[in-house]
């Protein structure tokens, strides 16, 4: 079985501050990852993905995250955030059956 | 602007009627995933399709139902609705590498 856990249900930041939002999986393989956001009343976007090789993918939106294996982390991070940042961030696991699963979401919350 | 769209955007109705959500892929997406998104079950996969063919079944309940068309828009079908069916309906399509690109959603409201 594949899962995706989102330890943090709400995380608050002041603007220029950096940011960490944690993500694991667990899964039987090198899964395919991604951060996915979502402003409210929108979709979800895209904000980066990891195939294979480099551990350190940069996405959209001046976001990055790293692929740890050891750890089955794939933590989403900005090293100063902006108040648009405020928004609900979801990680996702592509795996078995092509089947995409996703974790419960972070709020992100950012103060001025 | 992700390319997919989705009808209609908004959707109020009644308990016992049927609605029906329609999705436009991007262009070359063979594959489209239905998601059902609510304040207390958060995003819940429902059904994809993949060229015209089911691929996978999520929790999708037996009053809906899904197709996907020979030029790959689809359409998610809601029957006997209930309040508990209110949610935000989330059409995604993908290229084989798995990433989902998704529409606005259509908001369904059951009165």
């Known amino acids: 079985a594949q899962s995706v856990t989102q330890p943090d249900i709400h995380i608050t930041v002041s603007e220029g501050a950096s940011l960490e939002l944690r993500c694991n999986y667990s899964?039987?393989?090198?899964?395919?990852l991604f951060w996915y956001v979502q402003s409210p009343g929108q979709g979800l976007q895209l904000l980066l993905k990891?195939?294979?090789?480099?551990?350190l993918v940069q996405g959209i939106k001046g976001f990055e995250a790293e692929f740890k294996r050891s750890q089955s982390s794939f933590n989403l991070r900005k090293p100063s955030v902006h108040w648009s940042d405020a928004a609900e961030y979801f990680c996702?696991?592509?795996?078995?059956?092509?089947?995409?699963?996703f974790g419960t979401g972070t709020r992100l919350q950012v103060t001025l | 602007d992700s390319g997919v769209t989705q009808t209609p955007k908004h959707l109020i109705t009644a308990t016992g009627q049927r609605v029906t959500l329609r999705c436009s892929p991007r262009?070359?997406?063979?594959?489209v995933y239905w998601y059902q998104q609510s304040l207390d079950q958060g995003l819940q996969f429902l059904i994809q399709?993949?060229?015209?063919?089911?691929?996978a079944k999520g929790n999708i309940l037996e009053r809906f139902s899904a197709q996907q068309f020979p030029d790959l828009h689809s359409e998610l079908n809601l029957s006997s609705l209930e309040l508990g069916d209110s949610a935000l309906y989330f059409c995604a399509t993908s290229p084989p590498t798995g990433e989902l690109f998704f529409g606005e959603g259509s908001r369904l409201t059951v009165l």
């Open positions: 399709y993949y060229n015209g063919e089911e691929r």
């Open positions: 990891y195939f294979s090789g480099d551990t």
């Open positions: 262009s070359g997406d063979l594959s």
């Open positions: 996702a696991l592509y795996g078995t059956a092509s089947k995409l699963t």
């Open positions: 899964y039987g393989a090198t899964p395919y």
